[in-house]
């Protein structure tokens, strides 16, 4: 991986350089000339360079002819992204300055915004709320979970633009920004102020005497230590079974499932993965494992960390599974920095497929539960306190809970 992120670093920081290697290649370059700039470079590095020659002709023929003056910083942000938008892949994408901050305030768990987390959907490009976080604007205002964003402020909202949303909600705490969205075939609109929202990743509870629960709700931060926390805490007050609820969990860090997985393995692996030259890395467990019967929760929005968790501790045996047919994202993506410091920035790119330890394929093909728990309509967009039974999914978990502890 350190390798790969080298290679692309050193790959950009010799695209920005072109302008200065290519000095000689054309008479378009007469004003480093005049400096008497040259710089020596391989014939290697000079023929890939030339492939970028045509952009930086353009480029120049703006910045001198063009009827207003150019923001050329802009022009090749957004020459950078297309650069990635053409592979047409959703979960590959540049990160600004900005936007890279705010990736990183998102992984430490605060960060001035309305409260809402979503989902985008590769196949119909809609995006779903699948998340409003208690006591926050959004829960105010009433954004409801399963609510599709369609436009925040004056951007239409959908697949694609999911990021540059996430970028306009975020900022400066008691503006206020608003939001679109359709509930059912309705369209409501929201002025929602911001505020510095405190993101809880992993909540906890005993269903009954011998029956835990943790939801666990993404996976960044520190989501595995407070995941092992919630553990220890549940198995002292005596729970024999431990229900996992990964519904409505979108993914995040691969690492964090797997520091989870190795909790409930002995051996052999949780997953492996596989590049486009056909290396294949396994993620080996270490020995040493809690035996507590497990049952796992997952629903048409669980996906990517949640899919490698859940889905391989099922392919081993270890875990039931409760729900609906999982998301189906079996891809892994590096993210990777570009420049340090207060304008650091960097993307993400897909660089593997990630397959259950049998070789089972989950990439646009999910999870299949072994028992089948189907929200009724009219309780889709509920919301239930921790813990409660009357959401019928958790209460079939929890029979199936009972029924581990019986065996």
């Not at 049952?295 to 968790?309: K, Q, T, Y």
């Not at 993400?348 to 028992?371: N, R």
Request: with cysteine; net charge negative; charged share 30%.
């Amino acid at each position: 991986m350190k390798k790969k992120a080298l290679i692309i670093c050193l790959l950009l920081t010799l695209i920005s350089s072109a302008v200065i290697v290519t000095a000689n290649a054309s008479n378009i370059f007469d004003l480093l000339k005049k400096n008497n700039k040259t710089v020596t470079i391989s014939q290697e590095e000079y023929d890939r360079l030339s492939r970028y020659r045509k952009m930086d002709t353009i480029l120049q023929y703006v910045e001198e002819w063009y009827i207003d003056a150019p923001d050329t910083d802009k022009m090749i942000e957004n020459a950078t992204r297309g650069l990635l938008y053409a592979l047409e892949d959703p979960y590959t994408f540049y990160y600004n300055a900005e936007e890279w901050k705010q990736m990183q305030e998102d992984d430490e768990g605060e960060y001035g915004g309305i409260g809402i987390q979503m989902l985008g959907n590769a196949t119909d490009y809609t995006v779903t709320i699948t998340r409003v976080f208690k006591d926050t604007p959004a829960e105010r205002a009433g954004v409801k979970k399963g609510d599709l964003l369609v436009r925040v402020e004056d951007l239409e909202v959908d697949f694609y633009s999911m990021q540059n949303a996430v970028n306009i909600m975020r900022g400066i705490v008691d503006e206020v920004v608003e939001i679109e969205v359709k509930r059912g075939e309705e369209y409501v609109t929201f002025q929602i102020p911001r505020a510095t929202i405190h993101v809880n990743r992993v909540e906890s509870t005993m269903l009954d005497d011998h029956v835990g629960l943790i939801v666990l709700y993404e996976f960044a931060g520190e989501s595995e230590k407070e995941f092992m926390a919630a553990l220890d805490t549940l198995e002292n007050q005596g729970a024999k079974a431990l229900i996992v609820d990964l519904r409505d969990n979108g993914g995040g860090w691969v690492e964090s499932a797997r520091q989870i997985g190795d909790l409930f393995l002995d051996d052999g692996i949780l997953f492996y993965t596989q590049d486009r030259a056909g290396y294949r890395e396994e993620s080996k467990m270490k020995p040493g494992k809690d035996d507590i019967p497990l049952v796992f929760m997952v629903n048409e929005n669980s996906a990517s960390s949640s899919e490698i968790l859940s889905g391989g501790l099922h392919d081993r045996g270890r875990c039931t599974l409760v729900g609906t047919q999982s998301y189906g994202k079996g891809i892994v993506q590096a993210v990777l920095p570009l420049d340090d410091g207060d304008n650091a920035d960097g993307f993400q790119m897909t660089i593997e497929e990630y397959f259950l330890p049998s070789g089972a394929k989950v990439h646009k093909e999910g999870l299949t539960p072994d028992i089948v728990s189907e929200m009724p309509e009219e309780l889709k967009n509920a919301y239930f306190e921790l813990g409660d039974l009357s959401d019928p999914q958790l209460k079939d978990a929890w029979t199936a809970a009972k029924d581990l502890i019986k065996e």
